[in-house]
């Protein structure tokens, strides 16, 4: 594309691909980058295009109508030179530029090769969705203990089942897609262990009666999960994994109200790969350092604050999705659409705005299922007593292998918050910079203020070279992705 | 079915896989040691967060096997000490 460009949308999940096709059609142009290598995110995660064929996955998904529908939209702009689509683009970086925005990428098209590019618009807009919140336990960094996010993306990304014998823990609704989708690849499921108990819904019988599609979308769950004979077991943890060189059990405890572990009542499994997740942490890097406003979640996260359009408090700048709290697809699509008309407003664009319906439609869709996600992360809480099943030897920081011990002794110093628990021990100095750590020492340090991350300055690792070889002028004729939907 | 090198022995691959799905799906879960407790370490998030699964691709290092596509011939070296 020569000329300029009016939208950077950031994830191409179902917000980020929702929002680029709704401001396309009135009459954006738009770059839409993600760092996968197909369109989807991680709801709709595929593999690449050609290679659909050899790796076939479409009995794992859910609403794969609409994501073909919005597939051929952005094919259709594409092909029509409006879109500028960059798969295997991660963006490292976003920060203001005179009146709008540059964001620094690397394309990794040609991996490991890799080729620093800037793309800037008048108006960003972020969708760079949610990944597994972790609490660590004994032995949770043995090999063949996943997140549950990552069994699944095996999955559906590879057709990669990472065990014969899975063990399944933590909280949410999300444990159940991925064990019915381990089960229907010919997994064996030994246990859905859900730290909470499904009475916990009932106190919230409002949100769960307005939104029969997600109800109707776990019970066709359960349905499967009762063909293959899945034991779930509610109030349940893993506490501990076992094994050398990989898992090779699990002991699981059932929990007193307060998720301890109940003495005397552990359950040693045999398994050979475990999957674990509490809930998401939204994916912030690239919103924290642009200054936007955060509020807390009902999950005990921060997310990015956001008007009733998808505007955070910098202007110009929009989210939709998990960033602005943990909710599901069918959301993220609403949000996109919203923050695309938003954009289109803002923009002063020809194409005329939504019909009051149609907006009056979306935003009651969205306060309805915004009030699910608050009524899901109440009913799914972290255990207040988690830490219970932690030892002083835990490892806590996967990268940089510092234990609960450590981290309780620099709390015992005075720590109180991740930040200076870093300072102390170098828990969340290391490669992740604090992602699958973070949550769980704010939960040992900071607990009842929500969790905010750390600000990361550089997004994902980019190599100097790549930086060295940055061509500043010609930013949009990189050759053209051959990867499209 | 195309072929990848792990330290020097063929891996097949399915196109469109990863080099973590490529060694998963061989029934590798581990392929690097950590620095200090010296413990192994494969694949955990699968989504390129939490950097558990770097090797060394064509000789760049620090690559997240989770994100990166497998190419036929692509050299791949797991090695110890790879996150210093």
């Known amino acids: 594309m020569s000329e300029p460009v009016d939208l950077v949308v950031v994830g191409a999940g179902p917000a980020g691909m929702t929002a680029a096709a709704t401001a396309l059609a009135g009459g954006l142009r738009v770059v839409l980058l993600d760092s996968g290598t197909a369109l989807g995110g991680q709801y709709w995660r595929h593999p690449p295009e050609h290679a659909r064929a050899a790796v076939p996955t479409d009995d794992l998904h859910h609403g794969l109508g609409r994501y073909r529908a919005l597939c051929r939209a952005l094919a259709a702009h594409r092909s029509a030179g ?44 972020v969708a760079t969705g949610a990944y597994d919140r972790q609490l660590p336990f004994p032995g949770w960094d043995l090999p063949g203990v996943l997140t549950a996010g990552g069994l699944q993306a095996l ?92 898992v090779t059990a699990v002991r699981l405890a059932p929990l007193a109200p307060d998720g301890s572990p109940r003495p005397g009542t552990e359950r040693r499994v045999e398994v050979d790969a475990v999957g674990v997740g509490w809930g998401f942490a939204p994916q912030l890097d690239l919103l924290v350092p642009l200054g936007c406003a955060l509020t807390e979640s009902a999950d005990g996260n921060a997310v990015a604050a956001v008007d009733a359009g998808q505007r955070t408090t910098v202007p ?22 919203l923050a695309a008309w938003s954009v289109l407003a803002d923009s002063g664009a020809a194409a005329p705005a939504p019909a009051n319906r149609a907006r009056t439609a979306v935003r009651s869709a969205v306060a309805r299922q915004r009030a699910f996600a608050r009524a899901m992360a109440l009913a ?16 806590v920081c996967r990268c940089e292998e510092v234990t609960a011990g450590a981290v309780r002794t620099a709390r015992a110093d005075g720590a109180h918050d991740h930040r200076q628990v870093k300072q102390l021990t170098r828990a969340g100095m290391g490669w992740c910079q604090g992602r699958m750590c973070g949550p769980a020492v704010h939960c040992l340090t900071a607990r009842g203020r929500a969790y905010e991350p750390a600000e990361r300055l550089v997004a994902t690792p980019v190599t100097l070279g790549a930086l060295a070889g940055l061509d500043e002028e010609p930013t949009d004729n990189a050759e053209p992705d051959k990867e499209c939907s | ?35 200090v407790g010296r413990r192994p370490r494969g694949v955990f998030c699968g989504i390129g967060v939490c950097f558990d699964c770097l090797v ?29």
Not at chain 1, 90 to 106: I, K, Q
Not at chain 1, 116 to 124: F, G, Q, T, W
Not at chain 1, 324 to 333: K, W
Not at chain 1, 380 to 395: F, I, K
């Open chain 1, 316 to 337: 110009g700048l929009y989210t939709a999705g998990e960033t602005c709290g943990v909710g599901g697809a069918a959301l993220a699509v609403h949000e996109g659409r």
């Open chain 1, 155 to 246: 999955l559906k990304g590879g057709g990669v089942a990472a065990g014969s014998r899975v063990a399944l823990g933590g909280t949410g609704p999300f444990l159940l897609p991925v064990a019915a989708g381990l089960a229907a690849r010919g997994v064996e499921v030994v246990a859905v262990c859900e730290a909470a108990h499904p009475r916990a819904w009932l106190r919230h019988p409002g949100p769960l009666l307005r939104n029969p599609g997600k109800w109707a979308e776990g019970a066709s769950y359960a349905a499967t999960l009762a063909r293959h004979r899945v034991p779930v077991r509610p109030r349940t943890a893993i506490v501990a994994a076992e094994g050398g060189a990989r």
């Open chain 1, 380 to 395: 799914h809480p972290v255990p207040r007593a988690w830490p219970a099943w932690l030892t002083d030897e835990t490892v």
């Open chain 2, 1 to 35: 079915m195309s072929e990848i090198v792990v330290d020097g022995d063929p891996l097949p691959f399915v196109e469109g896989q990863t080099v973590a799905a490529a060694l998963v799906a061989a029934g590798r879960v581990a392929w690097r040691t950590t620095r």
């Open chain 2, 56 to 84: 060394t691709v064509d000789g760049a290092r620090g690559q997240r096997a989770c994100l990166l596509p497998a190419r036929p011939g692509m050299t791949v070296t797991t090695r110890e000490d790879d996150d210093e």
């Open chain 1, 82 to 125: 409006r879109l500028d689509l960059r798969l295997a683009h991660h963006a490292w970086s976003a920060v203001r530029e005179g009146d709008g925005f540059a964001v620094h990428v690397v394309d990794r098209r040609d991996a490991p090769r890799e080729t620093a590019a800037v793309l800037r618009a008048p108006r960003l807009l």
